[in-house]
């Protein structure tokens, strides 16, 4: 298939542009300068599609600020998909968030949700997955946490006691790339989640176990209504990563039944203990 894939330089998008080219498919995957999500060309964007059998959209951002991320999530995929229908093209593949909707209040997955229900509303047959937190290498995430788990004191909000469902970035590039020669039926959610469901505390003692080789680490518990007045300081120093939305979403939990992921694998996802073997 011949398939247009936005952000194949990014963390995900890399893999499943790996992923793609190994199964034989055809890919156009343009830059920051042909299609910049903050300000698209209509010039340079729309001649992409011509003859495309299929989009994927990997792009997506951490950022402190709203509007920005509602012009990358939500905005810029709108138009796209619009360009794609006047060229004709069929399908869409769409990477979101585990928990996007459009009347959540936090800003990360309420503009995932407006932006998946765009382009669910464009009149192409759509697919969207939903991975919960990605593990892999180069992801901000992942860095982050390798960082803190060399520590043998971690202090965590709450005590790290909110559940995850951590999930292989090869899992989810498998996943998308199997999305995309299944074309399954108009509207398809697919959550995307590992094999297990443990706390963040938990995870961070088998990442440390695991990549570092060191013992569990001693917790420090940081009660909420401590850690409160300081977010909008990290927000700002960490551009988004640490702020309230995303406490308010670790305590929503991060977990989704897998089965659904299991069955378009063709095997199990990965646990987090296997993390470590993979590259």
């Not at 793609?20 to 156009?28: D, P, V």
């Not at 990358?72 to 093209?89: C, F, I, N, S, T």
């Not at 800003?107 to 382009?119: H, L, T």
């Amino acid at each position: 298939m011949k398939i247009l894939l936005f952000g194949a330089s990014g963390f995900i998008g890399s893999r499943i542009a790996a992923v793609l080219r190994a199964r034989g498919h055809t890919l156009t995957t343009p830059g920051h300068r042909e299609a910049d999500f903050f300000a698209l060309d209509p010039v340079r964007v729309r001649p992409l599609f011509t003859g495309q059998d299929v989009v994927v959209n990997a792009v997506g951002i951490m950022h402190r600020r709203a509007d920005v991320l509602e012009t990358v999530h939500h905005h810029a995929p709108a138009q796209l998909a619009a360009w794609a229908v006047e060229a004709g093209v069929p399908r869409w593949v769409q990477l979101s968030a585990l928990g996007a909707d459009a009347a959540h209040p936090v800003a990360f997955v309420g503009s995932k949700g407006r932006g998946d229900a765009a382009v669910v509303a464009s009149g192409m047959q759509v697919a969207i997955a939903r991975p919960s937190l990605v593990y892999g290498r180069g992801g901000h995430s992942t860095e982050l946490f390798l960082k803190l788990t060399r520590l043998p004191v971690l202090a965590l909000p709450a005590g790290g006691r909110f559940a995850l469902q951590p999930v292989h970035v090869q899992d989810v590039a498998d996943g998308m790339a199997a999305l995309v020669a299944d074309a399954p039926a108009h509207g398809t959610v697919m959550n995307m989640c590992g094999a297990e469901v443990l706390s963040l505390a938990a995870y961070l003692g088998v990442l440390r176990q695991t990549i570092h080789r060191r013992r569990p680490p001693r917790i420090l518990p940081i009660p909420l209504t401590l850690l409160r007045p300081f977010l909008p300081l990290t927000n700002l120093l960490s551009n988004g990563v640490l702020s309230a939305g995303n406490i308010r979403l670790l305590q929503e939990g991060s977990t989704a039944d897998n089965h659904a992921l299991a069955a378009l694998l063709q095997r199990a996802p990965l646990a987090p203990t296997a993390f470590a073997a993979q590259p």
